[in-house]
């Protein structure tokens, strides 16, 4: 069967790369602002899911829309199910682009835009592989249910709205990780920190913090933070101010970082800061520009909130990765060590400041023990959890049937060991009881997920097509 199903993939290379810049081109990053009835994430995801739901119609499976908050496309009429999950949202896009995110462009074999590797170009290769099936004509004991999601960059509500009005399958995979297979996902903590704002005395040196903006994504590392102070310019003269300028110019070559400064009024300074973004997940891979940049105000000297935003990012979420001055490192032998990202940094002399976290906590870990432990910490640092969100982590014993199979269709595909894997990361395996992330990426290949320019290996893609249809055959057969 291997030499089929990659002799099926191959002959759908240019149809499936034509679909696929179509499909990429689509802006799906959500956007509450353009949100209506039946488009509950914005328009642009809105348009995503029809256009794949508008596919499979044309192909002749069933597809059935829950209004905007999923979609699936069956085949197959058997009692028992196997599912094949997908999403169609993408993370904001950042700076750093050679070429629009969304004109996909092709170059050395390799697609550049926002979905490539997460999740568009294996959805859309995984959607193929389940044609290929339908189309071989061979039959099948269970049906197949490819399920779309659109939230699942954000907050997961499409699972949950899935969840709630529809059956979710037991058995199945999504493509939206790593191969060999990831059987075993981080659970997440997922709080937001907040602080009011307190009017200072006034004897802080002078500084006042009116602004600080950092990251957009609560599960992508900030690669930009801009924060504007105000100081008493008749305390501070023109020597005061080069001596600022050069102990910051002093800290970016020491952390080896871009960054500016500019007076834009009479007693106002702005900073900016470059950092790297990374994926939440791998928090240490990245460099985070907003608690970098507290890490430099700080020793400017506020007080009150101010005071108290910029010790947290500095003091406590600074470079520390795994939660030791949050008081919640912990790893376990499954899947390591919990993880810590500040993703979203906000500062303002109306609200006060507030922080985004996307805490990753280890597969065998209580959850429970460990939101105690954040809000014991939380309360000690004189601040507040306004929103806290949690989703639970996901285990599936290596000897279960779904594990075996899958593991002998990738060795027979690739003549490699199929090693499994535990990941920092959340996909829509974990809905499944038995379900496992299973791909696109083959071992030692970049994931560029998340990052600006990235990619996806056009025959990468192919491989992983070729099989996911054998994958699909051998779980429904």
Same mark, same amino acid.
């Given at each position: 069967?291997?030499?089929?199903?990659?002799?099926?993939?191959?002959?759908?290379?240019?149809?499936?790369?034509?679909?696929?810049?179509?499909?990429?081109?689509?802006?799906?990053?959500?956007?509450?602002?353009?949100?209506?009835?039946?488009?509950?994430?914005? !328009?642009?995801?809105?348009?995503?899911? !029809?256009?794949?739901?508008?596919?499979?119609? *044309?192909?002749?499976?069933?597809?059935? *829309?829950? &209004?905007?908050?999923?979609?699936?496309?069956?085949?197959?009429?058997?009692?028992?199910?196997?599912?094949? #999950? %997908?999403?169609?949202?993408?993370?904001?896009?950042?700076?750093?682009?050679?070429?629009?995110?969304?004109?996909?462009?092709?170059?050395?074999?390799?697609?550049?835009?926002?979905?490539?590797?997460?999740?568009?170009?294996?959805? #859309?290769?995984?959607?193929?592989?389940?044609?290929?099936?339908?189309?071989?004509?061979?039959?099948?004991?269970?049906?197949?249910?490819?399920?779309?999601?659109?939230?699942?960059?954000?907050?997961?509500?499409?699972?949950?709205?899935?969840?709630?009005?529809?059956? %979710?399958?037991?058995?199945?995979?999504?493509?939206?990780?790593?191969?060999?297979?990831?059987?075993?996902?981080?659970?997440?903590?997922?709080?937001?920190?907040?602080?009011?704002?307190? %009017?200072?005395?006034?004897?802080?040196?002078?500084?006042?913090?009116?602004?600080?903006?950092?990251?957009?994504?609560? *599960?992508?590392?900030?690669?930009?933070?801009?924060?504007?102070?105000?100081?008493?310019?008749?305390?501070?003269?023109?020597?005061?101010?080069? $001596?600022?300028?050069?102990?910051?110019?002093?800290?970016?070559?020491?952390?080896?970082?871009?960054?500016?400064?500019?007076?834009?009024?009479?007693?106002?300074?702005?900073?900016?800061?470059?950092?790297?973004?990374?994926?939440?997940?791998?928090?240490?891979?990245?460099?985070?520009?907003?608690?970098?940049?507290?890490?430099?105000?700080?020793?400017?000297?506020?007080?009150?909130?101010?005071?108290?935003?910029?010790?947290?990012?500095?003091?406590?979420?600074?470079?520390?990765?795994?939660? /030791?001055?949050?008081?919640?490192?912990?790893?376990? &032998?499954?899947?390591?060590? #919990?993880?810590?990202?500040?993703?979203?940094?906000?500062?303002?002399?109306? $609200?006060?400041?507030?922080?985004?976290?996307?805490?990753?906590?280890?597969?065998?870990?209580?959850?429970?023990?460990?939101? $105690?432990?954040?809000?014991?910490?939380?309360? /000690?640092?004189?601040?507040?959890?306004?929103?806290?969100?949690?989703?639970?982590?996901?285990?599936?014993?290596?000897?279960?049937? %779904?594990?075996?199979?899958?593991?002998?269709?990738?060795?027979?595909?690739?003549?490699?060991?199929?090693?499994?894997?535990?990941?920092?990361?959340?996909?829509?395996?974990?809905?499944?009881?038995?379900?496992?992330?299973?791909?696109?990426?083959?071992?030692?290949?970049?994931?560029?997920?998340?990052?600006?320019?990235?990619?996806? &290996?056009?025959?990468?893609?192919?491989?992983?097509?070729?099989?996911?249809?054998?994958?699909?055959?051998?779980?429904?057969?």
């Amino acid at each position: 069967m291997k030499e089929y199903w990659e002799q099926q993939a191959l002959a759908q290379k240019e149809a499936y790369v034509a679909d696929l810049k179509s499909f990429l081109a689509i802006n799906s990053i959500e956007d509450m602002s353009t949100a209506t009835e039946g488009k509950p994430f914005g !328009e642009g995801v809105a348009q995503a899911l !029809e256009a794949m739901l508008a596919r499979g119609e *044309n192909d002749g499976f069933q597809t059935k *829309n829950l &209004e905007g908050y999923a979609g699936t496309i069956e085949y197959g009429d058997g009692e028992e199910e196997v599912g094949v #999950l %997908v999403h169609v949202d993408v993370v904001t896009v950042g700076e750093g682009w050679i070429t629009p995110p969304f004109e996909p462009s092709i170059r050395d074999g390799k697609i550049y835009a926002r979905g490539a590797i997460d999740d568009k170009g294996p959805a #859309l290769a995984a959607y193929y592989a389940l044609k290929m099936v339908k189309d071989s004509g061979q039959p099948l004991q269970k049906r197949v249910r490819f399920i779309i999601g659109t939230d699942e960059e954000s907050g997961w509500l499409c699972m949950k709205y899935f969840a709630e009005h529809d059956q %979710v399958p037991r058995i199945g995979f999504s493509p939206d990780s790593s191969f060999p297979m990831t059987h075993a996902e981080k659970g997440q903590i997922n709080p937001t920190l907040t602080i009011p704002h307190h %009017v200072p005395t006034g004897k802080a040196n002078g500084w006042s913090l009116v602004s600080f903006v950092s990251g957009d994504q609560g *599960n992508s590392v900030p690669d930009k933070a801009v924060a504007v102070i105000n100081y008493d310019h008749e305390a501070k003269d023109e020597a005061a101010l080069q $001596e600022i300028v050069g102990q910051w110019r002093e800290f970016l070559q020491m952390h080896r970082a871009t960054g500016e400064l500019e007076q834009t009024e009479v007693g106002q300074l702005q900073f900016s800061i470059a950092g790297k973004p990374a994926h939440g997940m791998e928090p240490f891979r990245g460099v985070n520009a907003g608690t970098l940049l507290a890490s430099f105000l700080k020793t400017l000297s506020f007080e009150a909130s101010e005071f108290s935003f910029l010790s947290l990012l500095s003091d406590i979420l600074h470079e520390d990765h795994y939660g /030791e001055q949050l008081h919640m490192a912990c790893e376990d &032998e499954v899947s390591g060590k #919990l993880t810590v990202n500040a993703g979203i940094l906000r500062y303002n002399q109306l $609200e006060g400041g507030s922080v985004r976290l996307n805490i990753r906590y280890p597969a065998t870990i209580s959850c429970q023990e460990y939101v $105690e432990k954040l809000e014991r910490r939380v309360d /000690e640092l004189g601040w507040t959890i306004s929103n806290l969100r949690t989703s639970k982590s996901h285990y599936v014993p290596k000897d279960h049937p %779904v594990i075996e199979t899958l593991s002998r269709v990738y060795e027979e595909h690739t003549g490699l060991p199929a090693h499994l894997l535990s990941s920092g990361g959340a996909t829509y395996a974990k809905i499944m009881s038995a379900g496992v992330a299973f791909g696109p990426l083959f071992p030692g290949k970049e994931s560029t997920a998340h990052l600006a320019n990235e990619y996806a &290996e056009i025959d990468d893609l192919l491989k992983a097509m070729a099989i996911y249809a054998h994958a699909i055959y051998e779980l429904a057969k």
